[in-house]
Structures are given as C-alpha cells and as structure tokens.
C-alpha cells in the first residue's frame, strides 16, 4: 500500500483541486481529507456518508453545582484563570464555582485536587470523523468545531482510518489531501508518506512558504515532487521557485498552466479532468504518469 500526501506551504494553492484531478486519474483509492480545520474536498467528491462517529481530542472539567462545596480549592490550583465564583449558593455553600469552558485547557489538575470529588473530568466533542462512498472510492473526512484544539490528533485519525479502509477493500493507494502550514496537522499528514507532493504558486509568499514545507518533507526523510500551479501567471518567480528547486533533493518538478476550466470544473463539483480535455488537464495528466512511475521506482 501507498500513501501519497498532497501539501502545500500555505493556503489557496490548488492543492485540494489537484487532488480532486488525481482522485479521477487514479481511481479506485482511498482519499483522506486532512485538511481538517478547513476541509472542502467533499465540494468536488460529493462524499455519500457511510459512517459518522465524534471525535474527542482531549477533556474539559466541569463542577456538578449540586456537590460544590466552595472550598475555593480548584481556584488555587488552576493556573489558567479557568475557575470562577458563581455567586451562587447550594446547600453546602453560599458560593459556589464554576469553569469557564473556553479558558479550561483540560489539564486535570482541578479535578484530581477537589477534596469532594464534585468536578468532572469528561471528553470533550471536538468534532467528527466521517467514512463516505465517492465516484474515485472510499473517502475518510473529518470537521473539527471551529476554534477547537488536536486537529494533529484528528489528522491521525484520518489517516488511521483511511488505511483501515484501504486494507478492507483491498486498494493499494491513499491519497492525502493535507493541511497548508507546517504545523502539527501537516506533520501529522505527511507521517508515513512514500511521497510529497509540494503544491505552490508564482508568488513571494508562494515561493517563501514552499521552503518550509520542503524542509519539513526533507528532515522526514520523504521523497518530494513539486507542482508550480498557475505557472504562467508570473514568470520570474517561477524561475525563482525553480532555481531554488535545483539546490534541494525534488525527486520531480512540474508546471500548471492558469486556466478558468478549473473554476467552471468546480461550480459543476467536477475535477478538471472530468471534463472535456483542455490544456490544463492533459498537464495534470502528464505529471500524474511521471509521478506513477516514481511511486513504482520506489517499491
């Protein structure tokens, strides 16, 4: 089995529409949508969902009002002003407390320290991780609540479960559409992968972002392949990105010319090689082959 993770230094790259094309070109596989703080695969793929289960990243404590004693205890020990007097009274105080849920960090330490057990250490629901038909295969995909934490966490889900599903159906790629950034999601997206592909743009930001992404790809030890999307929209900085390419170990370079078929493919929730052939498909198509032999190269 492989594992093909699809990253890109920053956002609005083309990264999720050059999987949606490889999706097509591939098929049948397995597509993991790790872009979970923001996820909008599902907008070309038209996922069916199969199975839906929530996702828990960690746990939030909460006083029972009812066995409160207001001995003031768990305001002491928290040190994230998470604690706060309720101005209110039980039949055990005249002032009980309360946790503030959005400064809670979940670390315990209120709960283990309450002398009369009345704070509960719960999991809290950070969102849901979904399995899915599509017309390219099985999908994994998940939404995290907005503003909530361990997305890495809900990365390895993802990914836990994408290779779950290939090993069940007996299909022999997974393809990850990962998070922008190199933070703990892209790491978590791109742990295990036989290869990178980076997916940048002709600008400074473009240029500056796709360093630190392939210098993250290369400390993990994972072959990376390059796609220049919109190519053509700035020339000079698409040398630029090409000649820093040529100072660092790229398995594979490509290039994408810009073209409104992608955006026409997108309102109908098409990939661009589902529709007619056009200038910019036949590229995708051409890289898709070259990067299919280098994924056979290194089996």
């Given at each position: 089995?492989?594992?093909?993770?699809?990253?890109?230094?920053?956002?609005?790259?083309?990264?999720?529409?050059?999987?949606?094309?490889?999706?097509?070109?591939?098929?049948?596989?397995?597509?993991?949508?790790?872009?979970?703080?923001?996820?909008?695969?599902?907008?070309?793929?038209?996922?069916?969902?199969?199975?839906?289960?929530?996702?828990?990243?960690?746990k939030t404590a909460v006083i029972d009002p009812e066995f409160c004693r207001g001995c003031g205890t768990c305001f002491d020990v928290c040190r994230y002003g998470a604690i706060l007097p309720l101005?209110?009274?039980?039949?055990?105080?005249?002032?009980?407390y309360e946790i503030n849920s959005l400064s809670c960090e979940g670390c315990g330490v209120c709960h283990w320290n309450c002398p009369y057990q009345a704070i509960i250490f719960e999991d809290e629901n950070n969102g849901k991780w979904f399995v899915s038909r599509t017309r390219t295969g099985p999908m994994v995909h998940a939404e995290l609540i907005p503003g909530a934490e361990n997305s890495g966490k809900l990365v390895t889900l993802v990914r836990?479960?994408?290779?779950?599903?290939?090993?069940?159906?007996?299909?022999?790629?997974?393809?990850?559409?990962?998070?922008?950034?190199?933070?703990?999601?892209?790491?978590?997206?791109?742990?295990?992968?036989?290869?990178?592909?980076?997916?940048?743009?002709?600008?400074?930001?473009?240029?500056?972002?796709?360093?630190?992404?392939i210098a993250l790809s290369l400390q993990m030890s994972i072959p990376i392949a390059v796609i220049i999307n919109k190519w053509d929209i700035n020339p000079e900085i698409t040398q630029q990105i090409n000649g820093f390419l040529d100072t660092v170990d790229c398995v594979y370079k490509g290039c994408i010319s810009y073209d409104t078929m992608i955006t026409k493919a997108q309102i109908q929730r098409k990939s661009i090689t589902e529709l007619p052939e056009s200038r910019v498909s036949s590229e995708i198509k051409e890289i898709s082959n070259a990067l299919n032999l280098i994924l056979n190269e290194h089996s």
């Open positions: 089995m492989k594992t093909v993770s699809v990253i890109s230094g920053k956002g609005g790259t083309g990264k999720t529409s050059l999987v949606a094309a490889f999706a097509d070109i591939w098929k049948p596989l397995v597509v993991a949508d790790c872009d979970v703080d923001a996820a909008d695969l599902h907008l070309i793929l038209a996922p069916e969902i199969i199975q839906m289960d929530d996702f828990s990243g960690g101005h209110k009274a039980n039949r055990f105080s005249e002032n009980i836990q479960k994408a290779e779950s599903v290939a090993q069940e159906k007996k299909l022999n790629l997974i393809l990850v559409d990962g998070s922008p950034g190199i933070g703990c999601p892209v790491i978590a997206s791109l742990t295990g992968a036989d290869l990178a592909i980076v997916v940048t743009e002709p600008t400074l930001s473009g240029l500056h972002d796709c360093k630190r992404v």
